[in-house]
């Protein structure tokens, strides 16, 4: 099973800064790593699929980068809606397995 | 618009049986494979189980296997899990979910039914 590792697991920042998390994996995953959203009481959402891709519907301030076993999801200018939980998953082989999450928090 | 409403949450005792299932629309049903993704209390995502469309492939958890089965019916577009021997530890909010075509990414979730396995 490939292990995902999220950090910072807390992120502190102010609207307006831009936030870069990090997600590792154990082996390699190519690009087959995706990026959720999830806030409190709520279903996570898929912000970024194969690395780098935007779903449908995400503002461009999301942006996903890596390949391998590193990867980054930056969101350029915090707005007030994006403080939340953000995940990795992988769809390399199964299972798909999930990071821990980082918390995006304000400061 | 796309629409995954899931029910028969519940408490039961370890042991115990229950059977989800999800109700989807705003899509058609036969063209994507569909997932169960459960989160315990405070706790991060675990892939539960993935099944095609035509039910020709299915994959469990490890955690899981043997004890759960999924199952879809195209002709209602619904799908299904039925769960037995339950454990204090399955305690989750089950998500129902729809993958992208081709691979376990999903792109739309349910609200999520939380099961609650206590005695």
């Known amino acids: 099973e490939i292990v995902l590792t999220q950090s910072p697991a807390t992120l502190s920042l102010s609207p307006g800064e831009s936030a870069t998390l990090s997600c590792r994996a154990s082996q390699s995953v190519s690009s087959y790593l995706a990026w959720y959203q999830q806030k409190p009481g709520q279903a996570p959402r898929l912000l970024i699929y194969d690395a780098s891709n935007r779903a449908t519907g995400i503002p461009p301030r999301f942006s996903g980068s890596g390949s391998g076993t590193d990867f980054t999801l930056t969101i350029s200018s915090l707005e007030p809606e994006d403080f939340a939980v953000y995940y990795c998953q992988h769809r390399n082989n199964w299972p798909p397995t999930f990071g821990p999450g980082t918390k995006v928090d304000i400061k | 618009q796309v629409h995954l409403v899931e029910s028969g949450g519940g408490l039961v005792k370890p042991g115990g049986s229950l059977r989800l299932s999800c109700a989807a629309s705003g899509f058609t049903f036969t063209d994507y494979y569909m997932s169960w993704i459960r989160q315990a209390p405070g706790k991060g995502l675990e892939y539960v189980s993935y099944i095609s469309s035509t039910i020709s492939t299915i994959y469990y958890a490890d955690s899981v296997k043997g004890r759960f089965t999924v199952s879809r019916d195209n002709a209602k577009s619904s799908l299904y899990l039925q769960m037995n021997s339950l454990r204090a530890e399955d305690t989750a909010v089950y998500y129902c979910?729809?993958?992208?075509?081709?691979?376990?990414?999903?792109?739309?979730w349910g609200q999520g039914t939380l099961v609650t396995v206590s005695s």
């Open positions: 979910a729809r993958n992208i075509v081709g691979g376990t990414t999903i792109d739309y």
